[in-house]
């Protein structure tokens, strides 16, 4: 009789972004004619900077011809991506990153879940809360929890609270824990870490022998110069910590797929029998089996990210974002609403108005103004009252939407 993985049945209906579309999508069909504007799923709208276009079409004449056509490349990534990354991203900030330690992929959403195939089931996690649901729902997935609470918080799982009152900086666990997903700038809150906070993180997790799982998909997106961008900017972490990259967020590779993860040959777990064991051979054993890695166009594309052309290009891109993030935050606090985020990250976290649920305020903002968002409580229980907008959208829409919001509080008030 065929078994199915029981663990499944524990997660909540839908995964998030998946479950705000089917709700926007039956407010749509019963009202044709809003025109709803989306600050929901933080998915870039602006296209892809011409220095990447020209690289991709490049390649795409090499494809053409039998003399410079190529079929599989490396798993791991081309050469030439992972020397560009490991120079422009890690030796130019003084971290110490060698190109065999980057690990090109199509995505830091599917990194981060699939990492848990390399580690025992019995490593205590302890996660952000509110969180990028992805690192819960693969933990559950795997078997790593039991249920969840009326809250949503599942059992095994340590929930480490970011809320107003901490400045949204979770403190140490109580309890010691093997692995510890950290996210900065941090989806969803936007806060960021400074060298001080990451320090402790790392002194933890020497301490403990904990791994830090570090998303820093949203680097990009620091104005602040004193914060870190890698957590490899921190003495220590290579023997404590994997790195999460992406070029989706700030090169507009949401639709075109390219990420990296970064598994310095320091990091050394244990096997079952108390053995040391170096984690970058089963990363890149993991790699090499189920993944045949990302197409050559597209890796010439994020190769020319690097760029002078594409550096400059990229930077406008992230600094049009960030004024849509600044627009959000000084058009919702002209009208009371309390704002966190959006100056060194593309989210607006916002207290919602008078008592809110996240959802209600969702549904409040959707029927009334005809703008979807991110509930917080959709990323944890910490995140109830809160709500998400994502800086992610054309200005025409973005002005439009806090025009909306405007208009909706003085309604209201
Ligand atoms: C988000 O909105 O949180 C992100 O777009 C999700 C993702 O990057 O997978």
Redesign the pocket.
């Known amino acids: 009789m065929l078994q199915v993985n029981d663990n499944f049945l524990k997660l909540k209906a839908g995964y998030l972004?998946p479950e705000i579309a089917r709700r926007v999508n039956a407010f749509t069909q019963a009202n044709p004619d809003a025109k709803v504007i989306k600050l929901?799923?933080?998915?870039v709208t602006e296209p892809l900077p011409p220095a990447i276009i020209k690289a991709m079409h490049e390649a795409l004449d090499e494809m053409a011809s039998r003399d410079s056509f190529r079929g599989y490349g490396p798993e791991q990534g081309y050469d030439f991506l992972r020397n560009a990354i490991a120079e422009h991203d890690f030796r130019a900030r003084g971290c110490d990153v060698a190109p065999d330690e980057i690990f090109v992929s199509d995505g830091?959403?599917c990194d981060t879940g699939n990492i848990l195939d390399i580690f025992g089931d019995d490593n205590s996690v302890a996660v952000q809360d509110p969180v990028?649901p992805?690192y819960v729902d693969t933990n559950v997935m795997a078997g790593h929890t039991g249920d969840s609470d009326a809250s949503g918080r599942y059992q095994g799982l340590t929930n480490l609270p970011c809320t107003a009152e901490n400045d949204f900086t979770p403190a140490l666990p109580e309890k010691p824990v093997d692995l510890i997903y950290l996210c900065y700038p941090n989806?969803?809150t936007g806060a960021v870490a400074s060298k001080e906070t990451l320090q402790k993180w790392v002194s933890y997790a020497k301490e403990h022998g904990s791994l830090i799982l570090f998303d820093a998909?949203y680097e990009a997106f620091i104005t602040d110069e004193s914060i870190p961008h890698s957590i490899y900017e921190i003495d220590g972490a290579r023997s404590c910590a994997i790195e999460f990259r992406s070029f989706?967020k700030n090169a507009g590779f949401t639709g075109t797929r390219c990420a990296y993860t970064v598994v310095p040959k320091d990091v050394i777990g244990k096997t079952a029998d108390g053995k040391d064991q170096p984690i970058h051979p089963l990363w890149n054993r993991r790699h090499c089996t189920k993944f045949n890695g990302v197409s050559y166009i597209v890796q010439r594309g994020a190769e020319a990210a690097y760029s002078e052309a594409g550096k400059q290009q990229i930077g406008e891109l992230v600094s049009f974002y960030m004024k849509n993030a600044e627009l959000l935050r000084e058009g919702l606090s002209s009208v009371g609403i309390e704002v966190f985020g959006g100056v060194n990250a593309p989210y607006i976290w916002l207290k919602t108005p008078g008592d809110a649920t996240s959802w209600d305020f969702f549904d409040k903002l959707l029927s009334g103004v005809h703008l979807v968002g991110?509930p917080g409580s959709g990323f944890g229980a910490s995140g109830e009252g809160y709500f998400r907008l994502?800086a992610f959208n054309s200005r025409a829409n973005v002005e439009e939407a806090v025009s909306r919001i405007q208009k909706l509080m003085s309604s209201s008030a």
């Open positions: 972004f929901g799923i933080g998915d830091s959403k990028y992805v989806n969803p998909a989706s991110t994502s």
